[in-house]
């Protein structure tokens, strides 16, 4: 899988807790995403990173924070979760941006918010 | 609003035929159009993926037909097998793997 790490796998929390969601990667690549799969949406854009410290905001980044301290690893905050914050939650690589590279996925982590 | 629409959200073909599933964009500036392949539990993965300056891009039994006029590009998969049971995905980007729009997914069975 591409040397991408997601970690947990499987989380339930509750309303109104902050969780962070980790993706550690061994690929030394600049380019790291998190997306949100949710039936009936595909997935969906939440941040991205171009590399250490530097993020900007996908399509779905409200109620979502990312920090990015060193370039193997791409955290994921949900500050306060909600239940529509319930998804399958992917973390993508790539080593550039472009046509000649591809974005690599995780295995995912299945966040319920209950 | 959905910016990459896919149909059918589900397809079942018997063993060896033709699997064919359908993706409509909007925005005129997507100029990348990947097809991703996910089975249950793992993440989505590349399967193959086309510019706009060709009409057609073919890989083993895959297909990815592109209308530029149209703003639909299709995934054909020929002699389709069972092993090809997954849900896939189409894509879109104005540059590259960077912030890809997906479309909704279609899971694709394959009976005997």
């Known amino acids: 899988d591409a040397g991408i790490t997601q970690s947990p796998r499987h989380k339930v929390t509750e309303t109104g807790t902050p969780v962070t969601l980790r993706c550690h990667q061994t690929?030394?690549?600049?380019?790291m995403y998190w997306y949100r799969q949710d039936p009936g949406h595909g997935l969906r854009l939440i941040h991205y990173?171009?590399?250490?410290?530097?993020?900007d905001k996908g399509e779905v980044s409200d109620g979502y924070s990312v920090s990015r301290s060193k370039t193997e690893d791409f955290l994921l905050t949900l500050e306060s979760a909600t239940s529509s914050q319930t998804s399958v939650y992917f973390c993508?690589?790539?080593?550039?941006?472009?046509?000649?590279?591809?974005?690599?996925f995780g295995q995912g982590t299945r966040l319920t918010v209950v | 609003q959905q910016q990459v629409k896919q149909s059918p959200q589900s397809l079942i073909v018997q063993k060896g035929g033709i699997s064919i599933i359908n993706c409509a964009y909007e925005?005129?500036?997507?100029?990348?159009f990947p097809w991703y392949q996910q089975f249950p539990g793992k993440g989505p993965a590349l399967l193959i993926a086309?510019?706009?300056?060709?009409s057609e891009k073919k890989e083993g039994r895959f297909t990815i037909s592109f209308n530029k006029s149209a703003k639909q590009f299709s995934l054909h998969i020929m002699d389709s097998q069972p092993g090809d049971s997954a849900t896939y995905f189409c894509?879109?980007?104005?540059?590259?793997?960077?912030?890809?729009?997906f479309g909704t997914g279609t899971r694709l069975t394959i009976i005997p």
């Open positions: 690929e030394n690549h600049r380019y």
């Open positions: 925005n005129t500036a997507f100029d990348y």
């Open positions: 993508a690589i790539s080593g550039d941006r472009g046509y000649n590279t591809e974005a690599f």
């Open positions: 894509a879109a980007s104005n540059f590259g793997n960077e912030k890809l729009t």
């Open positions: 990173s171009y590399g250490v410290k530097d993020t």
């Open positions: 086309i510019r706009p300056d060709v």
